[in-house]
């Protein structure tokens, strides 16, 4: 193998040396800096994304607590209305409550009026009937005739005690 060979070493240490120099100042003249410009202007591009990244997310953090704090507030507002429409209905369902018991109670009142007039002349419409029948009935009993002014206060006192 002649790359072996010792006496071509020189020549072939001196064509390597121009080689790589020629290589070299090919790839540090030419080739390099546009690889550099780009890789700076990549890591600049980064920079800034990340940067503007950052600057995103503060703001979306910021508005979703923007959004929370609003969220909270509608909250509480929300209870306090319902809150108040609840004690509302409920101060209208009292009063609705009181004049049904009002209207109630003066019904009842005027029944009870009513009940005790018809009482009253039903007792003095059936009085005389039941004087008579009264009397009919002792007398059968009794076979004697009954004092009529008796069985008349006889038959008040049953209506009174019945009362």
């Known amino acids: 193998m002649p790359q072996l060979d010792p006496t071509w070493f020189a020549s072939q240490l001196f064509w390597?040396?121009?080689a790589f120099t020629l290589?070299?100042?090919?790839?540090?003249?030419?080739?390099?800096?546009?690889?550099?410009?780009?890789?700076?202007r990549r890591q600049s591009t980064i920079d800034g994304d990340i940067a503007s990244a950052e600057s995103l997310k503060s703001a979306a953090e910021q508005a979703r607590q923007d959004y929370e704090r609003a969220l909270a507030e509608a909250r509480d507002?929300?209870?306090?209305?319902?809150?108040?429409?609840?004690?509302?209905?409920?101060?209208?369902?009292?009063?609705?409550?009181?004049?049904?018991d009002q209207?109630?109670?003066?019904?009842?009142?005027?029944?009870?009026?009513?009940?005790?007039?018809?009482?009253?002349e039903l007792i003095t419409a059936l009085t005389p009937a039941t004087e008579e029948l009264t009397s009919l009935i002792v007398e059968k009993l009794t076979?004697?005739?009954?004092?009529?002014?008796k069985i008349g206060s006889v038959v008040m006192q049953i209506f009174k005690s019945n009362r």
């Open 16 to 18: 390597l040396f121009i």
């Open 23 to 40: 290589l070299y100042a090919v790839l540090s003249r030419m080739v390099l800096p546009p690889l550099q410009g780009i890789i700076t």
């Open 77 to 100: 507002k929300a209870q306090q209305l319902i809150a108040d429409a609840m004690a509302a209905q409920k101060a209208k369902a009292d009063k609705a409550s009181k004049d049904m």
């Open 103 to 120: 209207q109630v109670a003066a019904k009842l009142s005027d029944a009870s009026t009513k009940i005790a007039t018809k009482k009253k």
């Open 143 to 149: 076979n004697r005739n009954p004092a009529k002014d």
